[in-house]
């Protein structure tokens, strides 16, 4: 189990800006915080040392990439060993229409977010792909109307 990271104000403040906005310059970031910029920068590292911070990335628009639908998938394997679930999770890794996968408890085995371009796509997704995955038993789906909330990460 990881080590919990103690964070005072200042650190959350950097954490919170850098979430709305990672490409922020540390003397903009500083300026935020309230702090100067050599210290800001020593904060900064300190918390991609601590691995607080794991990376920066860029969020890209389904619509404009013309895969604009999102699908809940949830699975069920026909077996639970290990073998099984490491070449179906390393399957779903590998599939580039799969944007996040999660190994669950419960009914299901696991739940898969897609996106796709329309119903005709996702048949194409599931035909080509998903099914086509050695140790799927059962599949249930759930097209998603509208986004409610977008977060990557929690609120520090």
């Known amino acids: 189990m990881e080590k919990t990271v103690d964070l005072d104000e200042i650190d959350r403040k950097i954490l919170r800006e850098l979430r709305r ?3 922020l310059s540390n003397a903009g970031l500083a300026e935020k915080v309230g702090l100067s910029a050599s210290p800001c920068w020593n904060r900064v590292r300190r918390l991609e040392e601590q691995g607080v911070i794991e990376g920066y990335t860029v ?6 990439l013309g895969v604009p639908d999102t699908v809940m998938i949830e699975v069920t394997l026909d077996r639970h060993d290990d073998d099984t679930f490491a070449r179906f999770g390393q399957a779903l890794a590998d599939m580039p229409e799969v944007l996040e996968a999660y190994l669950l408890t ?3 085995d696991y739940l898969i977010k897609v996106a796709v371009a ?3 796509g996702y048949e194409e997704f599931l035909r080509r792909k998903l099914y ?6 059962h599949s249930r789906s759930t097209f998603v109307l509208r986004r409610l909330k977008q977060a990557h990460s929690p609120e520090p």
């Open 21 to 23: 906005d990672g490409r």
């Open 59 to 64: 969020l890209l628009n389904q619509q404009a």
């Open 106 to 108: 419960g009914e299901y």
């Open 118 to 120: 329309g119903t005709a």
């Open 132 to 137: 086509k995955l050695p140790g799927l038993r």
